[in-house]
């Protein structure tokens, strides 16, 4: 009877751990996703930047922009330049050493994905937005 519940323990200990061991590539991706800083899109572009909108309030929504520069005529224009690079790899393993004689496998993945986003956004004279333009690429 203890070697039924001992093989019975062992079984249920190894299908457990080879079970834990199969972690997806989405699952690896979660967690090594960083969800602090406020991604730039061309959608919170579309829905927060209007033009009249001052200043301080762009800021507020896209926050500082990577190149302020001014015209012959004294006008701001300010430039979002954003490039995102995103490289996932996922590598599970699995082996069957206790109760099955020694079998091991293993298998990985890795995908790459960059983006970019430029927005443009031009002020009159009263530091007012007068014009956004945005470009948008993947690959």
Excluded at 69 to 82: F, N, Q, S
Excluded at 99 to 118: H, K, N, Y
Aim: charged letters at 20%; a positive charge; glycine letters at 6%.
């Amino acid at each position: 009877m203890k070697a039924k519940q001992l093989f019975l323990a062992v079984a249920i200990a190894t299908t457990s751990l080879y079970v834990i061991g199969c972690t997806t590539a989405r699952d690896h991706q979660a967690a090594v996703r960083n969800t602090t800083d406020k991604d730039l899109t061309v959608g919170l572009v579309q829905k927060q930047i209007k033009k009249g909108m001052s200043g301080a309030d762009v800021a507020t929504a896209l926050g500082s922009p990577n190149i302020v520069t001014k015209d012959a005529d004294g006008k701001e224009t300010w430039v979002y330049d954003k490039i995102a690079t995103e490289v996932t790899y996922s590598q599970s393993q699995s082996a069957w050493f206790l109760i099955f004689g020694g079998e091991a496998t293993q298998s990985g993945a890795s995908a790459s994905t960059q983006r970019t986003l430029t927005v443009v956004i031009k002020f009159d004279d009263q530091s007012k937005v007068t014009d956004c333009t945005y470009h948008s690429s993947k690959f």
